[in-house]
């Protein structure tokens, strides 16, 4: 711990003058979980001390936070008192089993494990497109878990409402490819596994997605996948309407499941109402968030996407209807995931005391 941090845990009126909260990440050692430590440290988020919490299996692990190393330690209950802000990052159970003790502790709910998406007092949220739409959130000092928009959802809505300030959308359709990094650690180990057994001719693991998935490309998942890919279509889709709203079309949607680790695409086409102007249409789409690409070599990809904040995007006319549009993009759905978690947080610490020390 810093030498500033240590004098201002021990004068509480300093940390509430200095404005620093406390916070933990459970699932710390996920995917997700490491990426809101890192936009924690890149954004400067005003934390005085960050708690890492995991399972057993990670335990005493070594972590880089704020450019301090410290190490992961054991979920319990007790880890709870005194935080302002807890973000869950590991699995919906983990959370389901763990965020009331977090509530009644006094500590805002950041849900990147979509567990509590149906909870009555829960808000799915996407500060990139709230800004975009003009939507405000009341103020509260003890709001419901702010539930992290599906990666997708997000990406989908900010191209959309963009796409509407050029005219009217009359169609659209959406081919989203999935990414293995969407299920965590286990789904990029299973693709990865599954890669190497192909290739030695050897019998593929498919406990993640019950189906070959290596040099593969599905619209759904075996009967016994721990999350059949439907339910991920209807996620994007019930999320999308949550962050978009009614003024926003929603396009019929595909989700494929890609042989790629990270990252989503995305297969975008727009029919609009009148004749295109591309130019018009470049400046409405360009933006906070989104990069129209033009050369090749900065084409969306997910290799290009990987580390961005930016959604890129690449125009490319219907060469067979003049009001048609095909919108190819990339985006680091972890990054995306990571960001709106750590801006949802900065918006709630609005209304909480600065520096609470409960």
Same mark, same amino acid.
């Given at each position: !711990?810093?030498?500033?941090?240590?004098?201002?845990?021990?004068? $509480?009126?300093?940390?509430?003058?200095?404005?620093?909260?406390?916070?933990?990440?459970?699932? #710390?050692?996920?995917?997700?979980?490491?990426?809101?430590?890192?936009?924690?440290?890149? *954004?400067? %988020?005003?934390?005085?001390? =960050?708690?890492?919490?995991?399972?057993?299996?990670?335990?005493?692990?070594?972590?880089?936070? *704020?450019?301090?190393?410290?190490?992961?330690?054991?979920?319990? #209950?007790?880890?709870?008192?005194?935080?302002?802000?807890?973000? %869950? #990052?590991?699995?919906?159970?983990?959370?389901?089993?763990? /965020?009331?003790?977090?509530?009644?502790?006094?500590? #805002?709910?950041?849900?990147?494990?979509?567990?509590?998406?149906? +909870?009555?007092?829960?808000?799915?949220?996407?500060? /990139?497109?709230?800004?975009?739409?003009?939507?405000?959130?009341?103020?509260?000092?003890?709001?419901?878990?702010?539930?992290?928009?599906?990666?997708?959802?997000?990406?989908?809505?900010?191209? !959309?409402?963009?796409?509407?300030?050029?005219?009217?959308?009359?169609?659209?359709?959406?081919?989203? %490819?999935?990414?293995?990094?969407?299920?965590?650690?286990?789904?990029?180990?299973?693709?990865?596994?599954?890669?190497?057994?192909?290739?030695?001719?050897?019998?593929?693991?498919?406990?993640?997605?019950?189906?070959?998935?290596?040099?593969?490309? =599905?619209?759904?998942?075996?009967?016994?996948?721990?999350?059949?890919?439907?339910? =991920?279509?209807?996620?994007?889709?019930?999320?999308?309407?949550?962050?978009?709203?009614?003024?926003?079309?929603? $396009?019929?949607? &595909?989700?494929?499941?890609?042989?790629?680790?990270?990252?989503?695409? %995305?297969?975008?086409?727009?029919?609009? +109402?009148?004749?295109?102007?591309?130019?018009?249409?470049?400046?409405?789409?360009?933006?906070?968030?989104?990069?129209?690409?033009?050369?090749?070599?900065?084409? $969306?990809?997910? =290799?290009?996407?990987?580390?961005?904040? @930016?959604?890129?995007?690449? &125009?490319?006319?219907?060469?067979?209807?003049?009001?048609?549009? /095909?919108? /190819?993009?990339?985006? @680091?759905?972890?990054?995306?995931?990571?960001?709106?978690?750590?801006?949802?947080?900065?918006?709630?610490?609005?209304? *909480?005391?600065?520096?609470?020390?409960?």
């Amino acid at each position: !711990m810093s030498s500033h941090s240590r004098t201002a845990a021990s004068h $509480p009126e300093a940390t509430r003058s200095a404005g620093l909260y406390r916070l933990a990440i459970v699932g #710390a050692a996920s995917l997700k979980g490491k990426e809101v430590a890192e936009i924690l440290n890149e *954004r400067n %988020f005003p934390a005085l001390d =960050v708690k890492l919490l995991d399972d057993d299996e990670s335990i005493g692990q070594l972590e880089n936070v *704020r450019d301090e190393v410290t190490f992961i330690q054991r979920l319990r #209950a007790e880890q709870f008192e005194n935080l302002d802000f807890t973000f %869950f #990052a590991s699995d919906p159970e983990s959370t389901r089993n763990s /965020w009331t003790a977090a509530r009644e502790a006094g500590s #805002a709910i950041i849900d990147l494990s979509y567990a509590l998406e149906n +909870e009555p007092t829960a808000t799915v949220r996407a500060p /990139w497109v709230e800004r975009l739409s003009g939507r405000t959130l009341a103020l509260e000092l003890q709001p419901g878990p702010a539930v992290i928009a599906h990666p997708a959802a997000i990406v989908l809505a900010l191209l !959309m409402l963009r796409a509407q300030k050029v005219g009217t959308v009359k169609n659209a359709v959406a081919a989203i %490819f999935e990414p293995a990094s969407e299920h965590g650690q286990k789904g990029m180990d299973e693709l990865h596994e599954q890669t190497v057994n192909l290739l030695s001719f050897q019998q593929l693991p498919k406990n993640v997605f019950d189906v070959q998935v290596a040099f593969n490309m =599905v619209s759904r998942y075996g009967e016994q996948s721990a999350t059949p890919l439907a339910s =991920v279509e209807q996620r994007i889709i019930k999320h999308y309407r949550r962050i978009a709203g009614e003024a926003a079309l929603l $396009p019929s949607l &595909l989700l494929i499941q890609a042989p790629i680790f990270h990252g989503h695409a %995305f297969a975008l086409h727009l029919e609009m +109402e009148q004749a295109l102007d591309l130019a018009a249409f470049t400046e409405a789409v360009s933006g906070e968030h989104v990069t129209v690409t033009r050369l090749a070599e900065d084409a $969306p990809s997910n =290799v290009n996407a990987a580390g961005q904040n @930016d959604v890129q995007v690449a &125009l490319i006319p219907d060469q067979a209807q003049g009001k048609g549009i /095909w919108l /190819w993009a990339a985006a @680091d759905n972890l990054r995306i995931a990571a960001n709106t978690a750590v801006e949802c947080a900065e918006s709630m610490s609005v209304s *909480r005391p600065k520096g609470k020390i409960q």
